[in-house]
T-cell receptor
Framework: SAVISQKPSRDICQRGTSLTIQCQVDSQVTMMFWYRQQPGQSLTLIATANQGSEATYESGFVIDKFPISRPNLTFSTLTVSNMSPEDSSIYLC?????????????FGPGTRLTVT | GIQVEQSPPDLILQEGANSTLRCNFS?????LQWFHQNPWGQLINLFY?????KQNGRLSATTVATERYSLLYISSSQTTDSGVYFC???????????WGAGTKLIIKP
């Protein structure tokens, strides 16, 4: 199973600023995902980040607000731009790995963001 | 698209009790996972179980794909079992995980 680390683990930011979250995986993976989890809610997919191509954003998320980089098969960053209090959430990096029995998805420890 | 429903939404138990959490899905799936989100927010993989039964210590899971449901059993609950349990299935249409709303479990000492 993949081991995923994220930095920072938490941050408190002021309205209007930007924060870049880093995600590092201990093995090469093709498919990486960024999720948002608002307080008391389930997970919402922000975008899929595949190495060598532009990220694919889900409905309601745009590149100007959540730019993503994927420079190689073990690393990705998500930037939350021009933050507002509504962006206060846990942001999770995830990877999907295949095996003989199918595809299993793994998650990083998350970045807990509070915007004041 | 596929719908995933979990029940109960909340469950409060005394330490040592057993519990059963349910996940219903509206269409056939080839991929189903159970996760535990601990109070610190970390998502922990419990089971990858598109069909059949698996056990890992005090936890076990059963998926009956033909009847479109999965069950997660927790025996002899401990306070460290507290958190939210999520079921997620992989959509055949867009190959993304579709999440249930979760079951919030509180184990009292």
């Amino acid at each position: 199973s993949a081991v995923i680390s994220q930095k920072p683990s938490r941050d408190i930011c002021q309205r209007g600023t930007s924060l870049t979250i880093q995600c590092q995986v201990d093995s090469q993976v093709t498919m990486m995902f960024w999720y948002r989890q608002q307080p008391g809610q389930s997970l919402t997919l922000i975008a899929t980040a595949n190495q060598g191509s532009e990220a694919t954003y889900e409905s309601g998320f745009v590149i100007d607000k959540f730019p993503i980089s994927r420079p190689n098969l073990t690393f990705s960053t998500l930037t939350v731009s021009n933050m507002s209090p509504e962006d206060s959430s846990i942001y999770l990096c995830s990877v999907r790995q295949g095996s003989q029995i199918g595809y299993e998805q793994y998650f990083g420890p998350g970045t807990r963001l509070t915007v004041t | 698209g596929i719908q995933v429903e979990q029940s109960p939404p909340d469950l409060i138990l005394q330490e040592g009790a057993n519990s059963t959490l349910r996940c219903n899905f509206s269409d056939s799936v080839n991929n189903l996972q159970w996760f535990h989100q601990n109070p610190w927010g970390q998502l922990i993989n419990l089971f990858y179980i598109p069909s059949g039964t698996k056990q890992n210590g005090r936890l076990s899971a059963t998926t009956v794909a033909t009847e479109r449901y999965s069950l997660l059993y927790i025996s002899s609950s401990q306070t460290t079992d507290s958190g939210v349990y999520f079921c997620a299935v992989l959509s055949d249409s867009n190959y993304q995980l579709i999440w249930g709303a979760g079951t919030k479990l509180i184990i009292k000492p």
